[in-house]
């Protein structure tokens, strides 16, 4: 079975950064992508961020320029890096990785943007 563990979630000041961890229990070129969403109470959950095998990024407009992907093939490992951090970032952050039309979900790590 495929397992997803996030970690590095925390509470920051407006303006501060975190670096989010997915592990994940297997090589993680074996999905064709894997991406970081959050949720934050009461809304829908929102695409963030995605690298796919090739090494594609993609961002949602909402935090290009402030989150970064990135990866470790080694370690079985994505990243989120996340700077500038607003008070509207607070939610779960949680990573997700397909396999052809299958996904498989992290169980969410918090992040908390308040002064």
């Known amino acids: 079975q495929v397992v997803l563990a996030e970690s590095g979630g925390g509470s920051v000041q407006p303006g501060g950064s975190l670096r989010l961890s997915c592990a994940a229990s297997e090589n993680i070129f074996n999905f064709n992508d894997m991406a970081w969403s959050r949720q934050a109470p009461g809304s829908e959950r929102e695409f963030l961020a995605s690298?796919?095998?090739?090494?594609?990024?993609t961002y949602a407009d909402s935090v290009r320029g402030r989150f970064t992907i990135s990866r470790d093939a080694g370690k079985n490992t994505v990243y989120l890096q996340m700077d500038n951090l607003r008070p509207e970032d607070t939610a779960i952050y949680y990573c997700r990785a397909r396999v052809l039309s299958r996904s498989y979900w992290g169980q969410g790590t918090q992040v908390t943007v308040s002064s």
């Open positions: 690298i796919n095998v090739g090494g594609r990024l």
